[in-house]
């Protein structure tokens, strides 16, 4: 059983697309993460969302925006992609969002903008 | 801000040879700290953590403690195999629902 899933895996696509990235968690796990890993590995939270608040890191563009249908979904939608947007974006979880909890992260999503 | 910096890489060593990965961190009050370790292709698993000064976090043989004089968590291991090549980060979490990560350490351990 996979306890954070994402799809697609891979994700080649043109300038200027629309895409989305799906992520599901079941583990019963109230906070889910959106992070971005750049190609030097460098990996940066983008978002953090329970069911009462979504927390946006001021660096993402708003081409970006996560969407929750329930609370084992959390998805990445990204408008008009730029060159600059590839990069492998992993999903995280963690129980309540509290500072000693661990995160549990999603094998990952390689994007490839051409 | 908040910040974890972790010793650059890439860092090869052979079979059997003692690993110390050097981390240190820059936040106010008492954060959690935590290492994580991402294998080729895959996503990132928890290591181990430590929650509170003093705490000595461990797992698969590698160990970290939290220095609050020092503000480290180096991650050590006394006999690395092939088997443990992969990048290695060290995380902060000092307010709910945000975690830093440094910028990673990739290890290459060598027949």
């Known amino acids: 059983d996979t306890a954070v899933s994402q799809t697609p895996k891979y994700l080649v696509t043109q300038m200027g697309n629309d895409k989305s990235i799906k992520c599901e968690q079941n583990?019963?796990?109230?906070?889910m993460y959106w992070y971005k890993q750049d190609s030097k590995k460098f990996l940066k939270i983008m978002f953090s969302y329970n069911n009462k608040e979504l927390i946006i890191n001021e660096t993402v563009p708003n081409r970006f925006s996560p969407k929750s249908p329930d609370k084992a979904h959390l998805n990445l939608h990204i408008n008009s992609l730029e060159l600059g947007d590839s990069a492998v974006y992993f999903c995280?979880?963690?129980?309540?969002?509290?500072?000693?909890?661990?995160?549990?992260f999603g094998p990952g999503t390689r994007l490839l903008v051409l | 801000g908040d910040s974890v910096t972790q010793m650059e890489g890439p860092v090869t060593l052979s079979e059997e040879a003692f690993l110390t990965i050097n981390c240190t961190y820059t936040a106010t009050g008492y954060p959690s700290l935590f290492w994580y370790v991402q294998y080729p292709g895959e996503g990132l698993q928890l290591l181990l953590k430590a929650t509170k000064a003093d705490d000595k976090g461990s797992n698969k043989g590698f160990e970290a403690t939290y220095r609050k004089e020092t503000t480290s968590f180096h991650l050590e291991k006394g006999s690395v195999q092939v088997s443990d090549s992969a990048v290695y980060f060290c995380?902060?979490?000092?307010?709910?629902?945000?975690?830093?990560f440094g910028a990673g350490t990739r290890l290459t351990v060598k027949p």
């Open positions: 995280a979880s963690s129980p309540q969002g509290q500072i000693q909890e661990t995160q549990y």
């Open positions: 995380a902060l979490t000092r307010k709910e629902r945000d975690m830093r």
């Open positions: 583990l019963g796990h109230d906070t």
